[in-house]
């Protein structure tokens, strides 16, 4: 058997142009170079780019999260936002301290928990449509995917309404160390997180004495075998649903209905059958996912496919690509919300240990937002000015969704 290190391959480079192209037409060249090769070299390490690859690096737990490294490559040293190695989020654990927290949080993101919201989901998609419906024009951008995830976070939480906004700001500025210009703005971050911190710790101990059908009180009551969760632990879990859940959904959903509008048949598919919302989620994550893949990095020296990964070595399992793999996805180039799903499961969501913890939520939260979209929106169509989040954000999205539709009338009050 011949073994080759990965810095000694014969294999492509990723064209730094590529980053600048539109998301079709990066996606296209990128789908174009998987045909070629499983792995290409990039800008910070190696891109693995076919379906199987994908999976295979995912589900192997010597490849750890790239998130504990974030701060570390933005040239970030504070270490108040370096965080405590001993003490990590659960986005970035590993190992016995990833196993513990997940196996005592799962019941508090199970199915069952992100159900108890669909009525309040549905309530705050109508409230959104309802000051637009009657004019047949908006940004879907700034009048519903911004505001959004923020009700529903907060409800999950058992925040009040009239603290909404603040969580809004903690959301947008904890964001913010994923921005190019992080260095400019760690004053603003370490603000946001120091507050949210000395909210959250009030929270649960009012939680404490007064349990709640929340998913906070969930946190504080989940136990296995004597073990639960301390406070700094619900304070992570409290950011970390904050982080994971805001910015991924906003911009999941403008993606969403921007694929459907220039699918008008299935549009209206999903407006008269609106029982396909499920099929009609899976297919938008597959199709056109706001996270176009994330990154691992080698915890040692690993072998895969002869080949050998030095410890330390980052790569960047693509998603996107791996969601357009013909061999896993027959006609992975066509959008069909009708079509009998795959027997391979999509990406978008990640795989392996670290698959998406609020998945049920994210399911949940799309499920009752398009079809109220499609049936109150009909006839959609993208107007001028459609503008997209720079190429490289991590994130992707658009950044403002104008659209013209039939108008309808206002259901309910805006709440």
Known sequence: MSITAVGDLDIPTIDPATMTLSHRDALDSMVRLADETWIAKGLFGYAILGYDDITAVLRDKRWHSASSRVAEMRGITDPELLGDPDKPSILAAEG?????????????FSPKSADRLRPFMREVVNGLVDPVAESGRADIVADVCEPYPIPIICELLGAPKEDWQLFSRWAEDSLRIFNATVLDELDIIKL?????????LQMISERRNDPRDDLLTDLIAAEEDGDKLDAEELVMMVNAVIIGGTDTTRNQLGCSVAVFAEHPDQW???ADEPDLAPRAVEEALRHFGAIRGTGRFASEDIMYRDVLFPAGTFVFPSTSTGNR?????????????GKEPAASPHLALGSGIHYCLGAWLARAELQEALPILARRMPDI????????KPPGTAIFGPDKLPVTFTPTRAEVDTF
Not at 96 to 108: E, F, G, S, Y
Not at 325 to 337: C, K, T, V
Not at 381 to 388: K, P, Q, S, T, Y
Request: charged residues 35%; aromatic residues 8%.
């Open 325 to 337: 793999d013909q061999s896993r996805f027959p006609g992975a180039e066509l959008f069909d919300i």
């Open 268 to 270: 209206k598919l999903l």
């Open 381 to 388: 169509a993208l107007a001028e000015g459609v503008r997209w």
């Open 192 to 200: 946001a997180r120091a507050e949210l911190t000395e909210y959250s």
């Open 96 to 108: 016995d301290v990833h196993t513990r927290l997940r196996r005592l949080v799962a019941k508090a």
